[in-house]
């Protein structure tokens, strides 16, 4: 599909598939694991407030006051922070300014398939380590010369979460490459490495306000590291676009970190609802691994994922199947509101009778 | 500033400095060409409408209705556009998917100062064709092998515009490569070459909301151009960022371009309020080049262009000055309401008595 005009870089490029953002609106929809609960009532309204005749004006190129929000809320310095349009794009700048040395990037061969994709598009190498065979990561098995490191803690698809002693371990041993943890679905349930930035220049934590501040919509990510990692970051950023993030994106995402106690909740909510569904679905024959994220992974013991996903979208049920062999049997299914996992478990009991 | 964790390919980088967005609202800012007058209420509306509980799900990442609005407007074909976050995230994307091909990019030695910086973000080389004595690009003067060719026209910061014409004999004169046409500030008075993309498979012309449309603040860009171009450019978007645009964005761009009774006023209402500024100021002593943008590009036959850029912030009146040999006697100056003209020309008549 390429032509002569194209540049030669780009030719072989595979770019990622994000998960369906179906138009029918009746769809159980949990395929992209967004949070089943709207975003916090002060997020809308500050949004609204922001929707006045400022927007005729540019947005403060460094977002300087979501910055200082972000700081506050985790205790660091606003020099420490780097914000974008969601954590695929804050992803996307760390791959270029910080992970292409020449020597390959390491990461799990099953975990979030942008990390390749980036890698394509700025001609850097990499090696997939594989998972364990429980789906685990095991930091001892990430060895020799690498460009750095990039690790979801939680990992993505299979929910499984690292300690930190794990990833302290694992910015030791390669104190002279960046280690990436990307945190997108760590308010579910894992420990985040924020607190570990102090310590080690190395260690660059990404987060998104999409999952669970419920915030997809709005396109806000960051990363959190030593202020020399945050100056490529910047270097990068402004060589490319000076303001990723408009103004109503910086209202919302200022105001989703004001209230705390909604986002408490929901995420407390969230993580009950999932265990609750992890009974429901061994009950029905599947294993599923055990998550730290607003997901699960799980496989049937008798029934393959790719008709199981088939059968429950007919059912008006849409989670996700990935087609890489080593995980083919597995289903993931985001973890939705009480309602709509009763639909998916009803769904799934009239699929398996 | 570097570290040894930053990429080699990144350290030489001297990234884009935008126009300052200063918090002191009792400025008059006329530095960085926003509209002064607000967006349509019917954008607005529509931003608040969408301020609503699906900011929990992820956009479409295609933004179809917004391309289908673009098309529909421009009487093209939804697969002849591709859009951005601002129309610095599309000229990005540009450089990288279609202007990297290891030969020398042309553009004017005098022009958007984020052109050079893409060249080196992507490691592309380029080439700086002088404009005439007159500040104009002459079209005759872009010869000789190269990876393509960037014009804005209206060229910034000098306000000049090229005739149809012109565009099409560099198209002709180039048909193996591609000429990318900035028109961020055509709507002021240009000729837009989107009537020419059916018959030049090798013209890409891009477009913003920040400006004509007052959407500064909301970041809208892009690109239209024959299939095969934009093909590249989803290409290489889907290996960057699936969701560049939020939902509130893609509501505020739809609506933009429903509202054209609105835009056509203040359109209006703007290149009038730039006629009467030049008369003002060449009454004042200044050589006012001919603008076809909502900005003017002006030198004082005696006071040099630094010393009124500082004076005038002393006054409250916020001005682009840039500090290029070949242009440092000029000023940038936006049009902005007549109320701020007014102000500006008051405190030039007190500076220069």
Chains 1, 2 share one sequence.
Not at 229 to 235: H, P
């Amino acid at each position: 599909m390429s032509n002569p005009y194209w540049s030669p870089c780009i030719r072989g490029l595979e770019p990622y598939v994000p998960g369906e953002q179906p138009r029918r609106r009746d769809l159980v929809k949990l395929n992209t694991n967004e949070n089943p609960y709207p975003p916090s009532p002060q997020v809308l309204a500050a949004v609204r407030a922001a929707a006045d005749e400022s927007l005729r004006l540019y947005p403060p190129p460094e977002a300087d006051e979501f910055k200082a929000a972000i700081a506050t809320y985790h205790g660091i310095e606003a020099s420490q922070v780097f914000v974008g349009n969601g954590s695929d794009e804050v992803l996307a700048h760390v791959f270029h300014a910080l992970l292409n040395h020449g020597r390959p990037v390491l990461f799990p061969d099953i975990t979030y398939s942008f990390y390749p994709v980036y890698c394509r598009l700025y001609g850097i190498p990499w090696r997939e380590i594989p998972l364990t065979s429980d789906y685990c990561i095991a930091v001892a098995d990430y060895q020799g010369t690498n460009g750095g490191i990039v690790l979801a803690n939680p990992n993505a698809p299979t929910g499984c979460a690292l300690p930190l002693t794990a990833i302290e371990e694992l910015l030791v041993a390669h104190r002279d490459t960046v280690v990436v943890i990307d945190e997108a679905y760590v308010d579910f349930g894992a420990q985040s490495a924020i607190p570990l930035v102090r310590q080690y220049p190395n260690l660059l934590v990404v987060q998104t306000l999409s999952k669970s501040r419920a915030l997809a919509g709005l396109r806000l990510g960051f990363a959190v590291g030593d202020a020399g990692l945050i100056g490529a970051l910047d270097t990068v950023k402004n060589s490319f676009n000076s303001y990723p993030l408009d103004r109503l994106a910086i209202a919302g995402g200022i105001a989703a970190f004001a209230d705390d106690a909604y986002f408490q909740a929901r995420r407390s909510q969230v993580m009950a609802s999932r265990e609750a569904l992890v009974t429901a679905l061994v009950r029905l024959g599947f294993e599923v691994l055990p998550s730290a994220a607003n997901f699960l992974f799980a496989r049937h013991r008798e029934r393959a994922g790719a008709e199981l996903f088939e059968a429950l979208r007919r059912d008006g049920v849409l989670v996700r199947h990935f087609k890489h062999p080593r995980i083919d049997r597995f289903l993931r299914i985001t973890v939705g509101t009480e309602t709509q996992n009763a639909r998916l478990i009803a769904a799934l009991e009239s699929l398996l009778r």
